[in-house]
Nanobody, 119 residues
Framework: QVQLVESGGGLVQAGGSLRLSCAAS????????LGWFRQAPGKAREFVAA????????SYSDSVKGRFTISRDNAKNTVYLQMNSLKPEDTAVYYC????????????WGQGTQVTVSS
């Protein structure tokens, strides 16, 4: 089982940037997919971005495409989410998660980090 710990959240003004990090430990970091999700108050958790383990292919939700970038550093066992041009609607708790491959469910989750964007 992999353990995930997010960091980098905080308060930022609209139009600003933040970079979230997720440090992983446990099973071999480079052999599983990683994703970022978020949950705003009163709303369901939603997919934000993902990156595959094999070719580093990325995918994004339409709401963040062009503004957010997911990346991974296998040597540091860390996945990042660079968030630019932040909007108040990006305010949420952000979680990273892992899964074995694109055919499996995300089965390990971090504790989350709060991102608040003020208008």
């Amino acid at each position: 089982q992999v353990q995930l710990v997010e960091s980098g959240g905080g308060l930022v003004q609209a139009g600003g940037s933040l970079r979230l990090s997720c440090a992983a430990s446990g099973r071999t970091f480079s052999s599983y997919d990683l994703g970022w999700f978020r949950q705003a108050p009163g709303k369901a958790r939603e997919f934000v971005a993902a990156i595959t383990w094999s070719l580093g292919r990325t995918s994004y939700s339409d709401s963040v495409k062009g503004r957010f970038t997911i990346s991974r550093d296998n040597a540091k066992n860390t996945v990042y989410l660079q968030m630019n041009s932040l909007k108040p609607e990006d305010t949420a708790v952000y979680y990273c998660a892992s899964r074995m491959n694109s055919y499996s469910d995300y089965d390990a989750w971090g504790q989350g980090t709060q991102v608040t964007v003020s208008s």
